[in-house]
């Protein structure tokens, strides 16, 4: 018969076989095939140091968010591309509905880059008017 105390047991208390990936020979609370592919330390031996830093990385668990992989960019590119697409809302408006230039209010009258407040276009008058929105 087994013993579930004997620390070279591969059963569990319950008597179920344990996988090789968790079992822990040793009891140190590192798993057998972490010691054995990452740590490099021996797997029946507890007291079996290793590297200090190893170890600790993989018995204690990291809090969550405090990590500099943070994507502190993404909210950045949002904003980006939000202003970008208000800017072109913005120009396209103030363009004249007939020759499609750009317009500019000057003291009320819709002038073009020319400073011109006429349009050769427009079937009803002589003036610009915006794009209806």
Known sequence: PTDPTDPTDPTDPTGELESPQTQDSDGDGISDSQEINQLGTDPFDATDPGDGVIRQALTSAEPEGTGSGTNWWKPIIVVLAAAGLLLLLV???????????????????????????????????????LKPR
């Open 91 to 129: 120009l396209r408006r103030r363009r004249c509905q007939h020759c499609e230039k750009r317009l500019t209010d000057r003291d009320g009258v819709l002038v073009d880059e020319d400073d011109n407040p006429d349009c050769a276009d427009n079937p009803d008058g002589d003036h610009h008017q």
